[in-house]
Nanobody, 128 residues
Framework: EVQLVESGGGLVQAGGSLRLSCAAS???????????IGWFRQLPGKEREGLSC???????DYADSVKGRFTISSDNAKNTVYLQLNNLKPEDTAVYYC???????????????????WGPGTQVTVSL
């Protein structure tokens, strides 16, 4: 069974940076089957929103709201996907989740319900 665990969240001042990690296990990429890892967040009182996605072919997708500030990457040897958060703002305060999909990213950033499995989340708090 696919398992995802996020880490790297915490308290940071506005303008600072964090790197979130998503450690994935329970699946194998055989070179033919597609998979994707996406990053999402849920702000207080709002629905979960997509931020970025990385497919097994190396393609990436970003939400317009974070393009230029957030960067997705992976370390295949560690089976880990990262989200680099730069120039953080108080409105970035949220629980950040990674998710797995049996397929390519497609429009998962726009439609979080396309995700098949979710991690438990990690809290990011940006102070003034």
């Amino acid at each position: 069974e696919v398992q995802l665990v996020e880490s790297g969240g915490g308290l940071v001042q506005a303008g600072g940076s964090l790197r979130l990690s998503c450690a994935a296990s329970g699946f194998t990429f055989n070179g033919d089957d597609w998979y994707a890892i996406g990053w999402f967040r849920q702000l207080p009182g709002k629905e979960r929103e997509g931020l970025s996605c990385l497919s097994s072919d190396g393609r990436t997708d970003y939400a317009d709201s974070v393009k230029g500030r957030f960067t997705i990457s992976s370390d295949n040897a560690k089976n880990t996907v990262y989200l680099q958060l730069n120039n953080l703002k108080p409105e970035d305060t949220a629980v950040y989740y990674c998710a797995f999909r049996n397929g390519r990213c497609g429009v998962m950033v726009q439609m979080p319900r396309m995700a098949d499995k979710w991690g438990p989340g990690t809290q990011v708090t940006v102070s003034l």
